[in-house]
């Protein structure tokens, strides 16, 4: 081969291999139309304090007693779910403080669910409960979750105000407590 075809060649190596790397690069860089959520001290607390956010519609995922996590989102938003269930949350009921015993007939409070994540994780010694924020594709807080530090979460935007958000796995506990691992959140 001539200098000439060779010189032609390595360019036209070139620039496919650009094509091919931006590509990829691209595939995993455009975040269009995906939130996250961010860890956040202040929601940690608002949690554990059983402080209501009456502009948020709250949702569960796991079990009744002891949830995976709970999510509040803003009213301005819309949830597209069938893995969550919405709770109904009063927040003259929800801030009993952790020394009252529940009041009668009160049993599904933010409490009662906090209370349950707070039994498993710490009486199995399983990682500590965070609080986050919930992010859209722009950065805009559009609500607040509350799990395990690392039960992970996709956070996709549907359109306009309308979100959708895996929740962990419903087993997300025994899979702590089986395998003992913190890689043990996504072992399938």
């Known amino acids: 081969m001539d200098r000439k075809n060779w010189v032609f060649t390595l360019f036209l190596v070139s620039i496919t291999a650009l094509f091919l790397f931006s590509g990829c690069a691209g595939m995993y860089v455009n975040t269009?139309?995906?939130?996250t959520i961010r860890p956040n001290k202040a929601?940690?607390?608002?949690?554990e304090s059983y402080a209501v956010k009456p502009d948020h519609v709250y949702y569960v995922s796991g079990s009744e007693s002891h949830p995976t996590a709970i999510i509040a989102i803003?009213?301005?938003y819309t949830l597209e779910t069938d893995l969550w269930k919405r709770r109904v949350v009063d927040p003259d009921k929800a801030s009993y403080p952790k020394d009252a015993p529940y009041p009668l007939?009160?049993?599904f409070t933010l409490r009662y669910y906090v209370d349950g994540m707070q039994h498993m994780a710490h009486s199995e010694q399983y990682f500590s409960l965070t609080g986050f924020d919930i992010l859209?594709?722009?950065g805009n807080d559009i609500g607040d979750w509350?799990?395990?530090?690392?039960a992970k979460t996709v956070i996709r935007m549907l359109g306009e105000n309308r979100v959708s958000a895996t929740p962990p796995p419903i087993d997300l506990y025994?899979?702590?407590?089986r395998d003992g691992r913190e890689d043990a959140i996504w072992r399938f």
């Open 105 to 107: 007939g009160i049993k």
């Open 146 to 150: 509350y799990s395990l530090l690392n």
């Open 74 to 76: 803003d009213k301005r």
């Open 43 to 47: 929601v940690t607390q608002a949690f």
């Open 174 to 177: 025994e899979r702590f407590e």
């Open 32 to 35: 269009k139309g995906y939130g």
């Open 136 to 138: 859209d594709d722009k």
